[in-house]
Structure formats: structure tokens, C-alpha cells
């Protein structure tokens, strides 16, 4: 199978490539990736192949799945306008990329998988979301709905598209975990405000292993005449997680998110008993706004996010817990 991947060398992309590679060595099947980059010098692999995006503006490689993933750190910096437009640019610009060499190729992908967050479905507090929920309009929402309208364009081409709705992803290596890490390994750690805010969070194994998952179920779907019939395998769910696009070729999203939601609270005595700190801090709401701006609803607004489409095409969470999630990491 051949593989391109839009921020390949990413927190995820990497992951996804290493977890990929290694189920396809241990079932002796045939695996080619492809990071998609700016720079053509950057470090990789030596097993992973690159190319930029002038190179892929005129390639007539031909890929069986596309995976996009590139784009800014919604949390990294505070949501000035110019941070906002640079959120914005760095996910519609690769999108875009991939769009156009699609459409020129001959032989187009089976499959897209395409990135964007469950910040998606906007501030909705306790309310149990799944795929089908509605969702409530900010800046997170506007900059997800954006990213997936975009990438439901491949559909056009006849390529089915898989959109991963990604919360919070646990990793020592990076994430909100890896920036926590430091201060809660100090004994500075806390909660956040009143602590009851719902996080939607996914160990990054789970996150590798789902989106393995469904690439892997829709390549292995067939129809009666012994073709891919993607009508029977992408969205295959008894879950209403299919999208709305002008044509006929499907489009489906998935929550990729634990199945066991947990408070701020919760998170906070989890992480210290894990790294054996104390957390006696805490951060009040009016601080984090004053610290954050409008980023500080990602501290402060919680979600309860669940991943009811994967659970009814079957996919078995390695880590629903958060303590197994953290207890299959090193602190």
C-alpha cells in the first residue's frame, strides 16, 4: 500500500507512520509512506520517503491513501487575528495541495482520510456529542467546518472521504500532556478553574490504531462483483455518521476520542498519582482569561465527546482509560 501524508512528521503523523509500518513488517505485507513537506532537507526516516509540495504539483505518483494532517497547533499561541489566519492558512493551503493533485490524477486514492478536532461541535458543556450532534458556532467550529468542507471536495473526484474529528491527545512526546508534564512533575500542578469542565481526550496509540482501523476497513471492503464498493464500507456503522456532499461518493466522520470522558478534575489527580506529585494548585477562571484570551476555552469550556462510530464498526480501544493510558507510558 502506498501512503501520502500531509504533516507526516508531526506528533501524530509520526506516530501513525511508525504504528503503521510496524503492523505491516509484522504481517510480512508490502507498505510505502510518503511525507508531504516545505522542506525538502528536513529529517525522516530513512524507510520514508518525502516530498515537497512543488514536487507534488506535477508527480504522477499514485497513492491509495491520502492522510492529511498538516496544520498550525490550535493551542500553541494566543488567538490573535493574525494567529487565527495563520491557523486557518496552514490547514487550507495543504488541503488545497492535495485537492488539486487529485484531481489531475489518473489513478485517484480510495481513500482520504482528513484531519480536524472535536472542537468542531463548539462549547456545549455536559451534553453527550457523538457524530450526528449539531453543533454550536465559535472560532474552533469555524476553523474545523472550514478544514472538512474543504477536504469533502475529494468526493467530487470520486474519492470517499473519512473525517477524524481528534480531543485531546495523551503522549508524553507532545500535546497538552507533554506541556504538563514539567510544572506537574515540580508539584506546581492543578486544576483548571472549577475543575468539572469534561475533557474528551485519546491516547495517541488509540489514535493510531483507530484511523489503521478505518483505512483498513474500507480497503477491505468488496463489493458482489469483487471491487471496492465503498458504499458498504466506509461509515459501515449502525451509527448515523455519514456526511452531506452534492454527490454520490460517500463521506463519513469519526469522534476520535476515549470512550471515557473525564473532569479536569479527574485528569489532575489522575496525572499527579501517575508522576506521584502533589496538586494543590489551581488556576481560576478569570486568570486563565486574562492568560488565554479567547484560546482559554479550551481550558475552561469542556466537552463531552464520544466515539460512538467506532465503537459500532468495532474497533477495540486499546487504553479507555485514562490510567491505562497513562500507565503505558514512561513519566
Not at 513537506?37 to 515537497?52: L, V
Not at 474497533?315 to 479507555?320: L, V
Amino acid at each position: 500500500m502506498n501512503i501520502l501524508i500531509s504533516g507526516g512528521s508531526g506528533f501524530l503523523g509520526s506516530a501513525f507512520s511508525n504504528g503503521i509500518m510496524a503492523r505491516y513488517r509484522a504481517q510480512n505485507k508490502a507498505l510505502h509512506i510518503t511525507w508531504l513537506t516545505r522542506d525538502s532537507s528536513q529529517a525522516h526516516p530513512n524507510d520514508i520517503e518525502m516530498i515537497t509540495y512543488d514536487e507534488l504539483a506535477s508527480s504522477d505518483k499514485s497513492f491509495e491513501v491520502v492522510l492529511n494532517l498538516a496544520g498550525a497547533g490550535i493551542a500553541d499561541s494566543r488567538w490573535s487575528d493574525e494567529r487565527k489566519e495563520q491557523l486557518l492558512a496552514s490547514r487550507i493551503k495543504p488541503t488545497e495541495s492535495l485537492l488539486a493533485f487529485i484531481k489531475r490524477s489518473s489513478v485517484k486514492p480510495k481513500l482520504m482520510v482528513s484531519g480536524s478536532a472535536i472542537g468542531w461541535y463548539g462549547v456545549q458543556g455536559d451534553k453527550p456529542l457523538t457524530e450526528s450532534s449539531d453543533f454550536e458556532t465559535d472560532f474552533a467550529h469555524q476553523l474545523c467546518g472550514q478544514w472538512e468542507q474543504l477536504a469533502l471536495k475529494a468526493t467530487k473526484y470520486g474519492v470517499p472521504v473519512a473525517i477524524v474529528r481528534t480531543g485531546v491527545v495523551i503522549h508524553p512526546e507532545g500535546g497538552m500532556l507533554g506541556k504538563l508534564l514539567t510544572p506537574f512533575k515540580l508539584g506546581l500542578g492543578g486544576q483548571l478553574g472549577d475543575g468539572q469542565q469534561i475533557m474528551s481526550w485519546v491516547s495517541r496509540d488509540d489514535w493510531v490504531g483507530a484511523v489503521i482501523f478505518i483505512i483498513e476497513q474500507h480497503l477491505a471492503g468488496k463489493g458482489a462483483d469483487n471491487s471496492v464498493d465503498t458504499r458498504k464500507t466506509i461509515g459501515a456503522t449502525t451509527h448515523d455518521n455519514t456526511l452531506h456532499t452534492t454527490n454520490d461518493t460517500p463521506a463519513v466522520v469519526y469522534n476520535l476520542t476515549s470512550p471515557n470522558p473525564v473532569t479536569n478534575h479527574t485528569f489532575t489527580k489522575t496525572l499527579g498519582t501517575w508522576l506521584h506529585r502533589p496538586t494543590f494548585f489551581t488556576l481560576p477562571e478569570f486568570l486563565l482569561k486574562l492568560m488565554f484570551g479567547e484560546m482559554s476555552t479550551l481550558l475552561i469550556d469542556g466537552q463531552r465527546v464520544l466515539p460512538q462510530a467506532l465503537l459500532d464498526a468495532g474497533y477495540e480501544f486499546q487504553q479507555p482509560t485514562l490510567k491505562q493510558a497513562l500507565e503505558q507510558q514512561k513519566s
